[in-house]
DNA sequence: AACAGACTCAACCGCACCAAT
DNA sequence: GATTGGTGCGGTTGAGTCTGT
């Protein structure tokens, strides 16, 4: 790759003296005009990797180590509310970045959860990098707290599934559907049904019109277990 | 110990958006 | 309105590491 001033800039990892070099621009001209470090600094990298360096690796609010469950739960809802936008994703999950929950969701949680990865779209398939106002406002809503109510679309992949993990925990069934599948009909794959109009915790949403509300939910990666999220 | 395959994750790529000119 | 430079995003790659045989 050739630089503004055919310059050769160097790819590759970053070593100890690339990041010394990147670290003492930041401190004295700050996080902006990234271009400009090849030629203040003499740094061969373009101005987009230093960049991604600074944000991934270098800067202090990068959390490194590996993903709590906590925070675990928190991606896996964002995911399903937000689809791939990463960086909202990782603006709702403290000291992670877009690349690494990007990572951690394409190599823990498409295994785990089932997930087969999209073969390459064309470019005008990709969705805009610009959120709508209404998932960022969506987004904001969503913390990483245990009481917040949780709505998480799901599919059964069989009622055998389905019968042996409503037992993990307490919870309600309810039938929205007006026109199919009455309740006692359900009811034969669900424990007795407990309607709650007062406070729970996390709500998982089958389909359009079946919901399951767990009072006592059991952690979140267990209660996925096998389940495909939609 | 040696090898192969699987896995991880830092980094790159192409594109879109936006502000300045 | 067109162009340019800077920035940000999601998808993808591939080198390094891990794990099983």
Same mark, same amino acid.
């Given at each position: 790759?050739?630089?503004?001033?055919?310059?050769?800039?160097?790819?590759?990892?970053?070593?100890?003296?690339?990041? *010394?070099?990147?670290?003492?621009?930041? *401190?004295?001209?700050?996080?902006?005009?990234?271009?400009?470090?090849?030629? /203040?600094?003499?740094?061969?990298?373009?101005?987009?990797?230093?960049?991604?360096?600074?944000?991934?690796?270098?800067? @202090?609010?990068?959390?490194?180590?590996?993903?709590?469950?906590?925070?675990?739960?928190?991606?896996?809802?964002?995911?399903?509310?937000?689809?791939?936008?990463?960086?909202?994703?990782?603006?709702?999950? @403290?000291?992670?970045? &877009?690349?690494?929950?990007?990572?951690?969701?394409?190599?823990?949680?498409?295994?785990?959860?089932?997930?087969?990865?999209?073969?390459?779209?064309? /470019?005008?398939?990709?969705?805009?990098?610009? @959120? *709508?106002?209404?998932?960022?406002?969506?987004?904001?809503?969503?913390?990483?707290?245990?009481?917040?109510?949780? /709505?998480? @679309?799901?599919?059964?992949?069989?009622?055998?599934?389905?019968?042996?993990?409503?037992?993990?925990?307490?919870?309600?069934?309810?039938?929205?559907?007006?026109?199919?599948?009455?309740?006692?009909?359900?009811?034969?794959?669900? #424990?007795?049904?407990?309607? &709650?109009?007062?406070?729970?915790?996390?709500?998982?949403?089958?389909?359009?019109?079946?919901?399951?509300?767990?009072?006592? #939910?059991?952690?979140?990666?267990?209660?996925?277990?096998?389940?495909?999220? /939609?």
């Amino acid at each position: 790759m050739k630089g503004g001033e055919g310059k050769e800039y160097k790819k590759g990892r970053w070593t100890e003296e690339g990041d *010394r070099v990147l670290m003492e621009y930041v *401190r004295v001209h700050g996080r902006t005009h990234w271009n400009r470090i090849c030629k /203040i600094t003499g740094l061969m990298r373009s101005g987009k990797s230093c960049r991604l360096r600074w944000l991934n690796y270098l800067s @202090p609010n990068v959390k490194h180590g590996s993903f709590s469950e906590e925070e675990d739960d928190l991606i896996i809802r964002l995911h399903n509310l937000l689809g791939n936008r990463w960086s909202l994703i990782a603006g709702r999950v @403290p000291g992670r970045t &877009d690349n690494q929950v990007k990572n951690h969701w394409n190599t823990h949680f498409c295994k785990k959860l089932g997930i087969t990865k999209r073969t390459k779209k064309p /470019i005008k398939d990709k969705v805009s990098a610009k @959120p *709508r106002a209404s998932q960022i406002e969506e987004a904001q809503n969503v913390h990483m707290s245990s009481s917040s109510m949780d /709505i998480i @679309p799901l599919t059964l992949n069989n009622k055998e599934d389905k019968e042996a993990e409503v037992q993990l925990g307490q919870g309600s069934y309810m039938n929205n559907n007006p026109t199919t599948n009455t309740i006692e009909e359900l009811q034969r794959y669900w #424990p007795p049904t407990e309607w &709650d109009d007062h406070h729970f915790d996390q709500t998982f949403m089958f389909d359009d019109y079946h919901t399951f509300v767990l009072h006592s #939910p059991p952690r979140l990666m267990e209660f996925l277990d096998g389940f495909d999220v /939609i």
